[in-house]
């Protein structure tokens, strides 16, 4: 291939990457909540493919410079924690379009591209849709008084899409009295549905409430 033509073919490329990993940017930062992203990790995502399709293109046919790029790259150690198992689903996807425009695989990488962000748009019409849902929980002393507690989770069931009871601790104070602590995790379907959850929790009499947490709300009473 004479030169002329492989530096057109590069500028082809990185064209086609930068515009397929801005359409997974746009439906990360369609499809993903304010409060849940960070804008690094929406520049990653384009940087990553472009960066991603610059190595293929660079080790091409040779296995020898494969190694030798890759064992680099071994050497590397990334530090940062993604907690959310969707955004690394993008990651994925910006890695692959990288990889396919790299190998000059372009109709895979567009169809790939499309079929990724129509799919993710379909779920955010779907009860699975993140945008609709708002994670909490709740640490509450109960007394050592089982029917509340039996009476506490089932009023989180019928507010919740999904519970459950991540953790309990026994203190004993200095006059010899136990209390027991449960916390339950949730997830509620929108914000009208917290703030009742919310309010019903309270009417609680003989329960103290340490803490209580939605995703953009955070109440406290007692000991926090």
Avoid: W
């Amino acid at each position: 291939m004479a030169s002329g033509e492989s530096v057109l073919m590069t500028l082809f490329t990185i064209m086609m990457t930068l515009l397929l990993s801005a359409l997974l940017v746009f439906t990360y930062d369609k499809t993903t909540p304010q409060m849940g992203r960070a804008q690094n990790f929406i520049q990653s995502l384009m940087l990553m493919s472009l960066v991603t399709a610059t190595i293929m293109q660079s080790i091409g046919d040779s296995l020898a410079l494969s190694f030798g790029i890759f064992g680099a790259l071994a050497i590397i150690r990334f530090r940062s924690i993604i907690s959310d198992p969707r955004d690394i689903a993008f990651i994925f996807a910006t890695m692959a379009v990288g990889i396919a425009c790299g190998v000059h695989s372009f109709v895979n990488a567009t169809l790939g591209t499309l079929a990724f962000c129509l799919i993710i748009f379909f779920l955010r019409l779907t009860p699975f849709s993140i945008s609709k849902q708002i994670k909490g929980s709740v640490r509450l002393d109960t007394g050592n008084d089982m029917n509340v507690l039996q009476s506490i989770e089932n009023l989180i069931a019928r507010h919740a899409v999904t519970h459950r009871l991540v953790r309990y601790r026994v203190t004993q104070s200095p006059d010899g009295t136990e209390a027991t602590e449960y916390e339950f995790a949730f997830i509620v379907r929108d914000i009208h549905e917290a703030r009742k959850l919310h309010d019903m929790l309270h009417e609680f009499s003989g329960v103290k409430i340490q803490r209580l947490v939605f995703e953009d709300n955070f109440n406290t009473t007692g000991a926090g």
